[in-house]
């Protein structure tokens, strides 16, 4: 699956866990929410067993290794023999400064490895000011740090020239922002917007406890049951009253791949319900496997619900439907749903590191390959050949050599989140329609809706501008166009949402709700039906008078994983404090809009009886019970 967190209201012991907790795991003591820390390789921060020698404030959370940590002190002692050969000034501090930023849990941005128009640079990006004091003390260190001619040049120059090459154009990431950014490394802020000119609501707390729940879903069959999936492996039953079973619905944790490091994209991270689960029991699950200890790859399986318990998957029904290799660890798509024709949509990301570096024009715009796509298959039923799925027969590429027939959308980056609009309750206009949020790579994220055969740019483009030059003006480009895009200034990985069509809530009927994984911002878009253009819709969480109903509280944690929808058509989100595997703090929330509710009865539903076999837990919000001014 990229700025102001909540506060737990915890009791002091509470409180105490949590902050040793983030001791252990973090750098600084308040790691960021925004859980895009990532290291040269790719890979998540991790910590070490045993201390650096040499780079030891990123001992307890970083991306070096003892060895690398040898490397880097090796080459340091090498340029100080150096410079004392030719009788320089040192520069201790700022040489080791500089070098041990490799080690950094924020070293994939401090050293552009994600922007593909500037190689990996040997000099990390220094803000203006450290670097000016840099230039000013240590400009004679710059040529035993890089050959880069250009670089080079420009320190021999002015310190201005100098410091806006090695500067970053996200402030956030530059050093010693990065460290000092209380965006980045406080957790335990409060997410409130401004609300002036906004629609104002407020949220019910419904679940908390969980770790990093990657989505919540119900099962269609009159139960108002909700699933909630940690991305360990663990589904979870929350019955109606609010209460948990004691014993998981599905227990994949022995089979999934995932690491408990911050920002970890692996791991279980899909899961959808056959329409007719209530005929057939059968629902669908996405996870990331290793195999042999080196090969990556994800895994959709359909499973059985056991015969002898509704609450309890079969651990012994798994019938693997397609694996798809992982070259990289990040990137990994992970939505599931079946669409209102019945097929088996799966969206896969374009197989990590960044621009999409795969083959000639990259996975996304490759129709051969299986990864940066918006796959559709048919489950019901196998073909001759073993094959564990069929191909619906109006895909759009069936008959094309060089494609892959399983493929329905292609050009997709790694599609976060990805909801079917129901449509509206009275006209059914919208209905069928999948909405999806598409994170970006440096600049933009998008809201995408799918059509069959479209080419949604990735990675000739990012939002509605130019990513790839050479690709972006192919004139057999002919892209489908985001609904909606916005900059790194706004947010900077977009969890995908729902289009509202509850009861409870009139005034967000049809408007698309959805987030920021990273800034913690809540959005919407208006639908104009003349035009079919889509515009921002300014929502926020309202003050303390508007909510000051019992039980409605106007805050929550940054990190918003996952948005979900109700049986009942009612819309929530899923966040946490601590995006980390074994850091309970997820919570999910419940959209209230006080302004305007349903009148009563209206919204009441039938449920069919749940049989429960073990024990329930009763729901104990943990969040302030009092709204924030």
Same mark, same amino acid.
């Given at each position: 699956?990229?700025?102001?967190?909540?506060?737990?209201?915890?009791?002091?012991?509470?409180?105490?866990?949590?902050?040793?907790?983030?001791?252990?795991?973090?750098?600084?003591?308040?790691?960021?929410?925004?859980?895009?820390?990532?290291?040269?390789?790719?890979?998540?921060?991790?910590?070490?067993?045993? #201390?650096?020698?040499?780079? =030891?404030?990123?001992?307890?959370?970083?991306?070096?290794?003892?060895?690398?940590?040898?490397?880097?002190?090796?080459?340091?002692?090498?340029?100080?023999?150096?410079?004392?050969?030719?009788?320089? +000034?040192?520069?201790?501090?700022?040489?080791?400064?500089?070098?041990?930023?490799?080690?950094?849990?924020?070293?994939?941005?401090?050293?552009?490895?994600?922007?593909?128009?500037? *190689?990996?640079? +040997?000099?990390?990006?220094?803000?203006?000011?450290?670097?000016?004091?840099?230039?000013?003390?240590?400009?004679?260190?710059?040529?035993?740090?890089?050959?880069?001619?250009?670089?080079?040049?420009?320190?021999?120059?002015?310190?201005?020239?100098?410091? $806006?090459?090695?500067?970053?154009?996200?402030?956030?990431?530059?050093? *010693?922002?990065?460290?000092?950014?209380?965006?980045?490394?406080?957790?335990?802020?409060?997410?409130?917007?401004?609300?002036?000119?906004?629609?104002?609501?407020?949220?019910?707390?419904?679940?908390?406890?969980?770790?990093?729940?990657?989505?919540?879903?119900?099962?269609?069959?009159? =139960?108002?049951?909700?699933?909630?999936?940690?991305?360990?492996?663990?589904?979870?039953?929350?019955?109606?009253?609010?209460?948990?079973?004691?014993?998981?619905?599905?227990?994949?944790?022995?089979?999934?791949?995932?690491?408990?490091?911050?920002?970890?994209?692996?791991?279980?991270?899909?899961?959808?319900?056959?329409?007719?689960?209530?005929?057939?029991?059968?629902?669908?699950?996405?996870?990331?496997?290793?195999?042999?200890?080196?090969?990556?790859?994800?895994?959709?399986?359909?499973?059985?619900?056991?015969?002898?318990?509704?609450?309890?998957?079969?651990?012994?029904?798994?019938?693997?439907?397609? %694996?798809?290799?992982?070259?990289?660890?990040? #990137?990994?798509?992970?939505?599931?749903?079946?669409?209102?024709?019945?097929?088996?949509?799966?969206?896969?990301?374009?197989?990590?590191?960044?621009?999409? *570096?795969?083959? =000639?024009?990259?996975?996304?715009?490759?129709?051969?390959?299986?990864?940066?796509?918006?796959?559709?298959?048919?489950?019901?039923?196998?073909?001759?050949?073993?094959?564990?799925?069929?191909?619906?027969?109006?895909?759009?590429?069936?008959?094309?050599?060089?494609?892959?027939? +399983?493929?329905?959308?292609?050009?997709?980056?790694?599609?976060?989140?990805?909801?079917?609009?129901?449509?509206?309750?009275?006209?059914?206009?919208?209905? &069928?329609?999948?909405?999806?949020?598409?994170?970006?790579?440096? $600049?933009?994220?998008?809201?995408?809706?799918?059509?069959?055969?479209?080419?949604?740019?990735?990675?000739?483009? %990012? &939002?509605? %501008?130019?990513?790839?030059?050479?690709?972006?003006?192919?004139?057999?480009?002919?892209?489908?166009?985001?609904?909606?895009?916005?900059?790194?200034?706004?947010?900077?990985?977009?969890?995908?949402?729902?289009?509202?069509?509850?009861?409870?809530?009139?005034?967000?009927?049809?408007?698309?709700?959805?987030?920021?994984?990273?800034?913690?911002?809540?959005?919407?878009?208006?639908?104009?039906? =003349?035009?079919?253009?889509?515009?921002?819709?300014?929502?926020?969480?309202?003050?303390?008078?508007?909510?000051?109903?019992?039980?409605?509280?106007?805050?929550?944690?940054?990190?918003?994983?996952?948005?979900?929808?109700?049986?009942?058509?009612?819309?929530?989100?899923?966040?946490?404090?601590?995006?980390?595997?074994?850091?309970?703090?997820?919570?999910?929330?419940?959209?209230?809009?006080?302004? $305007?509710?349903?009148?009563?009865?209206?919204?009441?539903?039938?449920?069919?009886?749940?049989?429960?076999?073990?024990?329930?837990?009763?729901?104990?919000?943990?969040?302030?019970?009092?709204?924030?001014?």
């Amino acid at each position: 699956m990229d700025k102001n967190c909540n506060v737990f209201c915890v009791t002091n012991i509470y409180l105490s866990e949590f902050v040793l907790i983030l001791s252990v795991m973090l750098l600084i003591p308040a790691q960021p929410a925004s859980a895009h820390p990532q290291c040269l390789d790719f890979e998540p921060p991790f910590k070490l067993q045993w #201390h650096l020698e040499f780079c =030891t404030q990123y001992e307890q959370f970083g991306c070096c290794d003892q060895k690398t940590d040898n490397m880097i002190a090796e080459r340091y002692w090498g340029i100080i023999d150096q410079l004392e050969a030719a009788g320089y +000034e040192l520069c201790l501090d700022m040489l080791k400064e500089i070098l041990c930023q490799e080690c950094s849990p924020y070293a994939a941005h401090l050293y552009d490895a994600e922007d593909p128009y500037t *190689p990996v640079r +040997e000099i990390p990006g220094l803000c203006f000011g450290y670097c000016s004091e840099f230039h000013g003390k240590c400009q004679h260190v710059v040529k035993y740090l890089t050959e880069n001619k250009l670089l080079l040049d420009s320190s021999e120059k002015d310190v201005s020239t100098f410091c $806006r090459m090695v500067d970053l154009s996200d402030q956030d990431y530059c050093y *010693p922002n990065v460290l000092e950014s209380p965006d980045l490394n406080s957790n335990l802020g409060q997410v409130l917007k401004d609300p002036r000119g906004c629609l104002q609501l407020c949220l019910t707390e419904v679940a908390n406890g969980l770790r990093n729940p990657v989505l919540m879903l119900h099962s269609g069959d009159d =139960t108002h049951r909700m699933f909630i999936a940690e991305q360990l492996g663990f589904v979870w039953v929350y019955l109606q009253d609010g209460s948990r079973l004691e014993q998981p619905f599905l227990d994949m944790s022995g089979e999934v791949l995932t690491t408990p490091w911050l920002g970890d994209e692996r791991g279980f991270l899909g899961m959808a319900f056959h329409p007719k689960y209530w005929d057939n029991g059968c629902f669908f699950i996405y996870y990331s496997i290793q195999v042999n200890s080196s090969l990556e790859k994800i895994r959709v399986s359909e499973m059985k619900v056991s015969a002898h318990d509704m609450n309890m998957a079969d651990p012994y029904s798994e019938r693997v439907i397609l %694996e798809i290799e992982e070259p990289a660890a990040n #990137h990994n798509g992970g939505q599931l749903l079946f669409g209102v024709d019945g097929y088996l949509y799966i969206f896969t990301g374009d197989g990590g590191k960044a621009g999409d *570096p795969f083959g =000639t024009y990259g996975n996304a715009q490759n129709k051969s390959a299986l990864l940066g796509k918006v796959l559709r298959i048919d489950v019901d039923g196998s073909v001759p050949s073993g094959q564990q799925y069929r191909i619906p027969p109006d895909n759009p590429f069936l008959g094309d050599p060089d494609a892959r027939p +399983e493929v329905f959308a292609y050009g997709v980056r790694n599609m976060w989140r990805c909801s079917v609009d129901r449509g509206d309750p009275v006209s059914h206009y919208g209905r &069928g329609r999948i909405f999806c949020g598409d994170v970006g790579q440096n $600049r933009f994220e998008e809201i995408d809706i799918i059509v069959r055969g479209g080419n949604y740019g990735w990675r000739a483009k %990012e &939002g509605f %501008e130019c990513y790839d030059i050479r690709l972006c003006y192919d004139s057999s480009l002919n892209d489908t166009l985001p609904i909606f895009a916005y900059s790194h200034h706004v947010g900077k990985s977009v969890t995908g949402g729902y289009v509202y069509r509850g009861c409870e809530s009139p005034n967000l009927n049809g408007l698309y709700i959805f987030g920021d994984f990273m800034s913690g911002g809540i959005m919407a878009l208006e639908e104009d039906k =003349t035009t079919g253009q889509w515009k921002e819709r300014s929502v926020c969480m309202g003050d303390k008078k508007i909510c000051s109903f019992p039980g409605l509280i106007n805050h929550h944690h940054k990190s918003i994983i996952s948005f979900a929808e109700d049986e009942a058509g009612e819309l929530y989100f899923l966040a946490t404090v601590h995006p980390s595997t074994i850091s309970p703090f997820g919570t999910v929330f419940k959209f209230m809009d006080p302004s $305007r509710r349903a009148p009563p009865g209206k919204c009441k539903q039938k449920l069919l009886p749940v049989k429960v076999k073990g024990k329930k837990f009763p729901f104990v919000p943990k969040e302030c019970k009092s709204p924030q001014v």
